[in-house]
């Protein structure tokens, strides 16, 4: 099936445009675990999938992530909840390598299974840690997401389309890509890249956002070329441009009112 579905509720592949609705993703970026959980119970209620961001936790050891895991899952309830563990080289807090990286979060898979339902894989890492973590995800009884980004530009059209095509050719239940625009047209681009990619692999559910105040445009209308589903914030950002949940959820609906996603 190319949709993916966890506790209910749906990642739409482009294929099935309009069979679900673009989601809303909220992130929770506390230091410790407790506030974590407060936070993930608002992120809950403010959206459909709550982000634990792994690196931004005091706490790095694997103990520490398990038992944070654990603590938000209990707080998110039955809404669904993907762990990212961003590393330095895509703009995260994690400074591991791509090996440390894939054990951290295998160990993860086999200490929190069934605590959460997506793990973002940072593709960057390489093709041996990446088929690793994708079983180790399944293993787990959570699915993958594939992911890449740039901070410092927006690449070539092409190499976008490509990027999300080889991550669901490398098995991605589900391919991100996050970029940085430096003019309207880049956000054009990738949203085109988004479309090219949609129509290459139409099983597979995608999400992709331009990043910053020139990129907004992309979290909003993004379902109209294929993606599944939109980052915004119950507090903290956890990537520059995430605009309020609520904002996002109250035009995401509108769009989908009209047909559009």
């Not at 506790?7 to 069979?19: D, E, K, M, S």
Request: charged share 15%; with cysteine; proline share 7%.
């Amino acid at each position: 099936m190319p949709d993916v579905t966890l506790r209910g509720v749906t990642l739409a592949a482009p294929c099935r445009a309009g069979a679900g609705r673009c989601r809303v993703i909220v992130p929770v970026t506390a230091l410790l675990p407790q506030p974590a959980a407060l936070q993930a119970q608002a992120a809950a209620a403010a959206g459909d999938i709550v982000e634990l961001r792994l690196d931004a936790l005091a706490d790095q050891s694997h103990l520490g992530l398990v038992w944070a895991v654990q603590t938000v899952r209990r707080a998110a309830g039955q809404t669904p909840l993907l762990v990212t563990l961003r590393t330095a080289r895509e703009g995260g807090q994690a400074a591991l390598d791509p090996e440390a990286y894939a054990a951290l979060l295998e160990t993860l898979c086999a200490k929190a299974a069934g605590a959460f339902d997506l793990l973002d894989v940072e593709f960057s890492a390489g093709p041996g840690p990446c088929a690793r973590l994708l079983a180790a995800a399944h293993k787990a009884g959570a699915a993958a997401v594939f992911s890449e980004h740039h901070f410092d530009g927006t690449p070539a059209t092409k190499a976008m389309a490509n990027a999300l095509t080889a991550m669901a050719n490398a098995g991605a239940d589900i391919a991100k890509l996050a970029v940085m625009p430096a003019a309207p047209a880049d956000a054009a681009r990738l949203l085109e890249a988004t479309a090219l990619a949609a129509a290459r692999r139409p099983e597979t559910p995608l999400i992709t956002m331009a990043m910053g105040p020139l990129g907004a445009v992309t979290r909003v209308c993004g379902a109209a070329f294929g993606v599944c589903a939109s980052f915004g914030t119950a507090g903290a950002a956890s990537a520059p441009g995430q605009p309020d949940a609520a904002a996002l959820r109250a035009a995401l609906q509108a769009q989908s009112a009209c047909g559009l996603g």
